[in-house]
């Protein structure tokens, strides 16, 4: 009786945990490499190290989950990019990345 509950326990914590992050989310340095607003994956991660990226106003590590409605900003040296997310895609062609965000 008490395997039987523990693996019931398990069974509903998984699935609650899966439900998190299943939808349109992914981690912040690899939307800005799908995106091209940051060429490489490695400097999309340094760049989020040094604080220099913010989501919502708030600072962002890499492994931050970006979904769609997000305002992502980017300093870059004396510039600032600031883009809401419009859609998360693992893979998008050259062409199409644009369609991805919109600058506020």
């Known amino acids: 009786m008490l395997a039987r509950a523990l693996f019931f326990s398990?069974?509903?914590f998984y699935s609650k945990k899966n439900d998190k992050q299943e939808g349109n989310t992914m981690r912040l340095d690899k939307y800005l490499?799908?995106?091209r607003l940051i060429?490489?994956?490695t400097v999309a991660n340094e760049?989020?190290?040094a604080g220099r990226v913010t989501i919502n106003d708030k600072p962002a590590k890499a492994s931050a989950n970006v979904k769609v409605g997000d305002i992502i900003t980017i300093q870059f040296?004396?510039?600032e990019t600031k883009v809401e997310v419009l859609s998360v895609?693992?893979?998008v062609k050259k062409e199409e990345a644009a369609?991805?965000?919109k600058f506020v």
């Open 39 to 41: 060429k490489r994956r």
């Open 47 to 49: 760049a989020c190290d």
């Open 77 to 79: 040296g004396n510039r």
């Open 33 to 35: 490499k799908v995106s």
């Open 99 to 101: 369609e991805l965000y």
């Open 89 to 91: 895609a693992e893979t």
């Open 10 to 12: 398990k069974t509903l």
